[in-house]
C-alpha cells in the first residue's frame, strides 16, 4: 500500500491513481471507484472510499463556487 490517494482534486480536474500515474478522470469513475471498494473488508478498501470520497466533495465544492 502506498500512501498516495486514489483518488483525488488537482489542477481544477479529478484524478485517479492508475498504478503510480494520475489519470484524469470524471466524477462517475471516481463514484464507481468508491462504490467499488464499499463493501469490501480492510484497511485499504476503506482507505480508498475515504479517498474518493474526499475527492468528490472537493470536486463538488469548486464546482459549486464555478457557479
Do not use: I
Request: glycine share 8%; proline share 6%.
Amino acid at each position: 500500500m502506498t500512501d498516495r490517494p486514489l483518488a483525488r482534486f488537482h489542477d481544477g480536474q479529478l484524478e485517479l491513481d492508475r498504478g503510480g500515474v494520475y489519470e484524469p478522470a470524471t466524477r462517475l469513475s471516481v463514484r464507481v471507484m468508491q462504490l467499488t471498494f464499499q463493501h469490501k473488508p480492510g484497511p485499504d478498501a476503506a482507505r480508498y472510499v475515504r479517498d474518493c470520497k474526499a475527492a468528490l466533495a472537493e470536486y463538488d465544492k469548486a464546482m459549486e463556487e464555478a457557479g
